[in-house]
């Protein structure tokens, strides 16, 4: 099979299952926490700079935030079953960046990687964050190619893969959907969340051993749980969220 035909059929199979397989990190994660310590044994320290960790993480997910609140229904989102596009997407986030919803996805794993302090494990889980999203971003763009011809092409010609050029901005042709992003993206914040209290749990773990997680911490995750259910539910039970063409 040639290189190009190989690359389009390991994305299209990365793509469909893009939302589990990066759960085989969860050793590497575990593998770095053999030498997490409190920076300068201070707990102080500690919570600033899971702080900071947090906010990238926010970071990615305004990003994706900032992305799905202005497109159609069809086309970004978290098709599972293979690619979808009604229409191509090259206003607002997608005027600047072809692959938005994976920057987003960049930041929130950088800030989880960062949580542990450790260069060698925030290096593997970029590297491997790039050899795992250029295969799908390349099914992607095969795909769209096809459908779209000339007009990707000349939106490819223009506009980054995933480097943002700020400077090519366009406005969105849709406004801005806060009950779509409440829909789509209410699962990405509590994975954020959960991730996080896991790690500080962990993290205690590993240095008192014991399990153990701060009151604020806890007022963070039930908050969380608590956004995660209710708009689960009515997600699943109403029509609330529901927006037309969205």
Known sequence: MALKEEFEK??????RWRSYLPLVVVAL????????????????????????CLLISFIGLGIRIATLGFVPAGTSGRNTKGQVARVLNTTGMYSIVRH????????????????LRSFWFSSTIVLLFWLYYERIM???????REKFGAEF????????????NIKKWQSP??????????????????????SFTVLKILGELFIHGRLGLDRLWLVL???????YLVLRMLKKWTTVLNVEGR
Do not use: C
């Open 10 to 15: 390991t994305g299209g199979w990365l793509f």
């Open 29 to 52: 994660f575990l593998l770095a926490f053999r030498n997490f310590r409190y920076p300068y044994d201070s707990q102080a320290l500690a919570r600033f700079w899971e702080t900071i």
């Open 100 to 115: 938005p919803l994976y920057l987003g996805n960049f930041f929130i794993w950088l800030g989880l990687s960062l949580f």
């Open 138 to 144: 390349f099914a992607e763009e095969h795909f769209l």
């Open 153 to 164: 092409s000349e939106w490819a010609e223009r506009t980054p893969a995933f480097f943002p």
């Open 173 to 194: 042709t849709m406004t801005f959907s806060l009950r779509t992003v409440l829909r789509k993206e209410y699962s990405s914040f509590f994975a954020i969340m959960v």
């Open 221 to 227: 995750f039930g908050i969380s749980l608590i956004i």
